[in-house]
């Protein structure tokens, strides 16, 4: 069965701050992906990265960044100069590709405050 | 492309009450998802389709749920005789699997609230 575990429930920050939020995922599959979605107030579920089990390189995208490591197996999100605008529900999410489910598996969220 | 829609986007109804709700997903592609969410949760699958073909059905989708993808195009997910515990936010998804997980975009979302 697949998992995912957001250990943090809640994080806040200072603007400028720098911000990790931790993934950590269990699966048997040996072919997996993994995302990052973000949901504001809104509550429309924006998606941010996809990363397949085979790919270990860290991505950057502007302020984002993500470090996936196969041996931990985590997927950490990190913000850098947090702003305002970051302030969200994070969802990290798994899909595997063996054993015959291919539903998307969301961790709990960690809800990010920025702070002025 | 306008994404993934769903209709309506609040929805108040009596327990006891049948609800339909629709999705209209991103039109090439070719999977689409249900999920419902509840405060403080990740969404929690239900069920998903390829075409019109429903290929998984959670366990948390009891008799009282059922969904269709009659032509491999929009989607609606029922619920007979709505209860207390299915105040929720219902999301729908979609994405293009070629052999492999492309990214899957939600609709803004579907709130029922039961009365």
């Known amino acids: 069965a697949q998992k995912v575990t957001q250990a943090q429930t809640e994080i806040s920050v200072v603007e400028k701050e720098d911000v990790t939020l931790d993934c950590v995922y269990e699966t048997r599959d040996t072919t997996y992906y993994l995302f990052w979605y973000k949901q504001p107030p809104s509550g429309e579920l924006v998606f941010l990265i996809r990363?397949?089990?085979?790919?270990?390189q860290n991505e950057i995208s502007g302020r984002y960044s993500w470090n996936f490591q196969k041996s931990t197996s985590s997927f950490n999100f990190t913000i850098t100069a947090s702003q305002v605008v970051d302030s969200a529900v994070y969802f990290c999410?798994?899909?595997?590709?063996?054993?015959?489910?291919?539903?998307?598996?969301f961790g709990k969220g960690t809800k990010l405050t920025v702070n002025p | 492309d306008t994404g993934v829609s769903q209709n309506p986007r609040h929805k108040i109804t009596k327990r006891g009450q049948n609800v339909t709700f629709r999705c209209d997903p991103i039109?090439?592609?070719?999977?689409l998802y249900w999920y419902r969410q509840t405060l403080g949760q990740g969404p929690e699958f239900l069920t998903y389709f390829q075409n019109e073909a429903q290929l998984e059905k959670s366990r948390l989708l009891s008799d009282r749920f059922s969904a269709e993808r009659p032509k491999g195009s929009f989607s609606t997910l029922e619920i007979q005789r709505t209860e207390q515990g299915d105040s929720a936010m219902y999301l729908c998804?979609?994405?293009?699997?070629?052999?492999?997980?492309?990214?899957?975009?939600f609709g803004q979302g579907t709130r029922l609230t039961v009365v």
């Open positions: 990363r397949n089990s085979f790919d270990e």
């Open positions: 998804a979609s994405s293009l699997f070629l052999g492999a997980h492309t990214e899957a975009f």
């Open positions: 039109s090439e592609h070719n999977r």
């Open positions: 999410a798994l899909i595997g590709t063996q054993g015959g489910s291919e539903k998307l598996v």
